[in-house]
């Protein structure tokens, strides 16, 4: 892991971050990626929210997201509505909320903890920020192995209680998070059949205004 160091985004990422997108979900639908032109945006916005794995120079990995007042009691959103189709123009610099809008890691790094380091970096924007936690829409693509017997509640259900495990939930379940409920049509995705979860993890030093 030493040859593998976590920064804050640069625009000389831009183009790199379009290819991993590629790279890391080849299941998504070809609207459902961000482009160069996204991330030069989000270098604009909140470059100190976001950010890229290097091994190297080569650009393996990404955290991303924004701050935002998000309503837990009525959560129910599609991925593309709430990034503005990757534009993250919903970022409000007071918001209570770190969206965690994509994190992935190169098919070719993968179980050699960058992903972990990845969130480490964004829970750590948000308690220096003092935001109230993160939360996300989280893909499910163990589903797709499973869909032809039980519900995507089933599934994630038994995900939750151990009895199964997803790639990405079973990760994210073991960094903290919790699930908060489902999220209908929230990607379009073939394996999970546009389902995810709505992941939240607080942050524990969070301390009210």
Known sequence: MDD???QTIQPRH??????LQRDCFPTLAAGELMNAQHFLNHCRLFPEGNFVALADER????????????????AQHSYQEIIDGGWYSQHDPAGDWY?????SVHPEYRRRGIGSRLYAARKGIVQRLNRRGIVAGGLIPGFADYKHAMTPQNY???????????????????R???VRGLLRDYIEDAASDNWATLIVWQNPEYRAG
């Open 59 to 74: 650009v393996v990995g990404l955290g991303s997201g924004f701050l935002i007042d998000f309503d837990l009691d009525d």
């Open 4 to 6: 593998i160091r976590i």
């Open 156 to 174: 994630v259900d038994k995900v939750v209680q151990g009895q199964l495990r997803d790639n990405t939930l079973s990760f994210q379940l073991g």
């Open 99 to 103: 969206y965690g809008s994509d994190i």
């Open 176 to 178: 903290g998070f919790e």
């Open 14 to 19: 831009a183009a790199a971050l379009e290819q």
